[in-house]
């Protein structure tokens, strides 16, 4: 009798947490579903307004041509030279910086922690500002020196933070401080290059230390896809050691983890994510911090469900943000990386406060 | 014998930690590390585990050296309770105990798990909590958080690092309840670490004396809690009541 009792209860235990487990499930379906819509209003918002039945009988009569749907030509045009790219940048890019918040803040138990905090942003900023202002580059032609440049000094912070991190254990708090370190240590050289750069190229340095997503290309946003798309399913594999990691690392290796490889690679793909999306759009602060906090808010801090969620804020948010950027003071636009905060924001401290718990 | 320590060795620095402490546990035995603070009770369970790696010595677990593990198959071998967590994100109970299937899982987490799971909180009285974030609760709910999780691992020998510190006197008892309930039921072996000679004396089937890094006196209970043992490793003057095989303790002051 009593092993019947035991059962019973332990079945009931088990459909418990198959609902607790379920709600988080249908959060990635129905946020899917959200971004898709929210990208078709997006990319119909602009100076040419078009109705959304224009902008997906575009979209349906050339990406899926056997359907016989036609298209008029301005509308085309409109939607796949101008907005699209635009708007699957922002998405794509909004994914990757909250894929690789999340994974930063896994690794380093630290919930204040972004992919900038390890100073890639500062070295990219620091890297773009040398091709601005001193014209000079490590590799690449004139066209992409920008790119490369930020690309190559990105990487190269990273690569010293972890250097520095390693020779005293690679945890968490070494790698913050020597992060911080990086990052002031290129603030400041960059500012060096603003102080003698021209007025012009000062105002370059500027742009692109905001961030924005007026440049977004079709081959430009294949490249930040392809980051993402091999980088992604990796950190995914590593997502339950991420939640064990967060219990400590004695216990997380206890549980068979290995605990430095773990945070090398995981840091490691949230750098190469990042910085493939940065190089190309300037420095869009806030998503990846901001993006894991309000995903957990909504469906908790198990990481195996809040990298893909986050993901789906994130591209939302980025998306809102840029499309809100293009729109409130037309012809002229605020650049995104200004408008995540502004929207970022108040959104988080609304969640903040009217959560239940006091851990976000 | 399922686990087998011969001559461990270590140093932090200048600091010699442990000085050749050698230990054998027999299936389904409770052996309790008892000495005072800087003795290396936590450091020599660490030893076990490799989350400390020993300068010398040797440790077995079912026969096979720690040292030609990997992580993985140690953790299916070996389950840690340490003395204290907080999670960094607050987790649920549920999700807690399912990190100890890590080990056996490859491709996702499968129905079997949360069956193991399920079940391990109803045989800790947890049942009620499972949805609960850890970090909310209690001292001694936790513990029977900590020592679930380890048993998920379904491991030979578990290593428990003082389990009942800051624990009031039930949960002391229900935790170690469940400790020697799992031990005698499940065929698994406990190591802990323990300050509480009395409750050492009540749930050990073998006590260790570690004064100094070093094994000043093993044995069972009834052979080992003397006051002339006390009096040697803690320098306090105790009254041993030796009526039964498992004498209690009145501490009486320092010598």
């Known amino acids: 009798m009593a092993v019947e009792a035991t059962e019973l209860d332990a079945a009931g235990i088990g459909e418990l947490y198959a609902r607790f487990t379920a709600r988080k499930r249908l959060f990635i379906p129905i946020g899917l579903l959200v971004l898709v819509l929210f990208a078709m209003v997006a990319t119909s918002l602009g100076a040419a307004s078009l109705g959304l039945g224009e902008v997906f009988r575009a979209i349906v009569a050339k990406a899926l041509p056997f359907t016989g749907v036609q298209s008029n030509e301005l509308a085309d045009v409109i939607v796949w030279d101008l907005r699209l790219p635009r708007v699957l940048m922002a998405i794509v890019a909004g994914m990757g910086f909250a894929a690789s918040g999340a994974t930063m803040q896994g690794v380093t138990r630290n919930p204040l922690v972004s992919p900038y905090t390890i100073g890639i942003s500062s070295a990219a900023g620091f890297g773009a500002a040398l091709a601005i202002v001193l014209g000079v580059g490590v590799v690449g032609t004139d066209k992409y020196i920008v790119i490369a440049n930020a690309f190559v000094f990105a990487l190269l912070a990273a690569f010293l933070v972890y250097g520095m991190a390693r020779i005293r254990g690679t945890t968490p708090e070494t790698l913050i401080l020597a992060g911080i370190a990086m990052m002031y240590l290129f603030s400041a050289a960059t500012s060096l290059l603003q102080y003698i750069g021209t007025q012009e190229q000062v105002a370059g340095v500027v742009y692109w230390l905001f961030g924005s997503l007026t440049a977004a290309t079709w081959d430009k946003l294949l490249v930040v896809s392809i980051f993402f798309a091999v980088c992604f399913p990796i950190m995914m594999k590593y997502s339950w050691d991420l939640n064990a990691l967060a219990a400590g690392d004695d216990t997380a290796a206890s549980l068979g983890v290995n605990t430095k490889r773990v945070r090398v690679i995981s840091v490691t793909l949230a750098t190469l994510v990042t910085v493939s999306i940065i190089c190309f759009t300037g420095i869009i602060g806030f998503v990846c911090l901001v993006a894991p906090h309000i995903t957990r808010m909504v469906i908790g801090p198990d990481h195996r469900f809040l990298l893909p969620c986050s993901c789906i804020v994130g591209g939302l948010l980025l998306l809102c943000a840029d499309t809100l950027g293009r729109m409130v003071i037309q012809p002229a636009e605020i650049p995104v990386g200004i408008v995540t905060s502004f929207i970022g924001v108040p959104m988080f401290a609304y969640l903040l406060m009217t959560r239940r718990r006091q851990y976000w | ?255």
Request: aromatic residues 4%; glycine residues 10%; contains cysteine.
């Open chain 2, 1 to 255: 014998m399922k686990l087998i320590a011969k001559d461990v060795h270590l140093s932090y620095g200048d600091i010699r930690a442990l000085q050749g402490v050698s230990m054998d546990v027999r299936e389904g035995e409770v052996v309790s590390l008892v000495g005072p603070n800087g003795s290396g009770k936590t450091t020599f369970l660490k030893c076990i585990n490799r989350l400390l790696q020993p300068e010398r010595g040797t440790v077995l677990v079912a026969n096979r050296d720690v040292r030609d593990m990997g992580l993985r198959e140690m953790a299916r071998l070996l389950g840690y309770v340490p003395q204290s967590a907080n999670h960094a994100f607050p987790a649920t109970v549920f999700d807690t105990v399912l990190l100890g299937r890590r080990p056996h899982v490859n491709w996702g987490v499968g129905a079997k798990d949360k069956e193991v799971v399920s079940r391990l909180l109803v045989l800790m009285g947890l049942s009620d909590m499972a949805l609960r974030q850890f970090n909310e609760l209690s001292g001694g709910e936790r513990q029977k958080v900590l020592i679930a999780r380890a048993l998920a691992q379904e491991p030979e020998v578990l290593l428990l690092d003082e389990p009942t510190s800051n624990l009031d006197l039930r949960h002391q008892f229900e935790v170690l309840n469940l400790i020697h309930t799992a031990v005698k039921e499940r065929g698994v072996s406990a190591v802990m670490a323990i300050h509480d000679l009395n409750l050492a004396s009540r749930f050990s089937d073998r006590i260790i004396f570690l004064k100094n890094g070093s094994v000043h006196a093993e044995g069972r209970p009834g052979e080992v809690l003397t006051s002339g043992n006390i009096g040697e490793v803690y320098g306090v003057e105790a009254i041993v009541n030796t009526d039964s095989d498992r004498p209690y303790i009145i501490p009486v002051g320092p010598v």
